[in-house]
């Protein structure tokens, strides 16, 4: 079983900023690629970003220049910095892994963590 430990969300005013955390073990962080889904209720859940093995990183379009993907090697953590936010980013964020590679060319999801919220009010 992998563990993907989120923390990190919150609420903020537009134009804020937060940054979440995706804590995982060495073998994940090692030889999965990791990133962050959303979901909002009613809709379906999507990619916001990832970072594969090597270090590249791809971004959703709606959060390219925003967002950015980073991984902190000392402590096996993933984050996901968020600035300039809009009231559109409200949603459920996901802690992703995925073996394979990354889930904007097609693979699948293995791991998924518990989700942490953010909301972005006007």
């Known amino acids: 079983q992998v563990n993907l430990v989120e923390s990190g969300g919150g609420s903020v005013q537009a134009g804020g900023s937060l940054r979440l955390s995706c804590a995982a073990s060495t073998y994940t962080y090692r030889n999965y690629c990791m990133g962050w889904f959303r979901q909002v209720p009613g809709k379906e859940r999507e990619g916001v970003a990832a970072?594969?093995?090597?270090?590249?990183?791809t971004y959703a379009a709606s959060v390219k220049g925003r967002f950015t993907i980073s991984k902190d090697n000392a402590k096996n953590t993933l984050h996901l910095q968020m600035n300039s936010l809009k009231p559109e980013d409200t949603a459920m964020y996901y802690c992703?892994?995925?073996?394979?590679?990354?889930?904007?060319?097609?693979?699948?999801?293995?791991?998924w963590g518990q989700g942490t919220q953010v909301t972005v009010s006007s």
């Open positions: 992703a892994a995925a073996y394979g590679g990354s889930w904007f060319v097609g693979y699948p999801v293995d791991y």
């Open positions: 970072i594969e093995r090597d270090g590249s990183t």
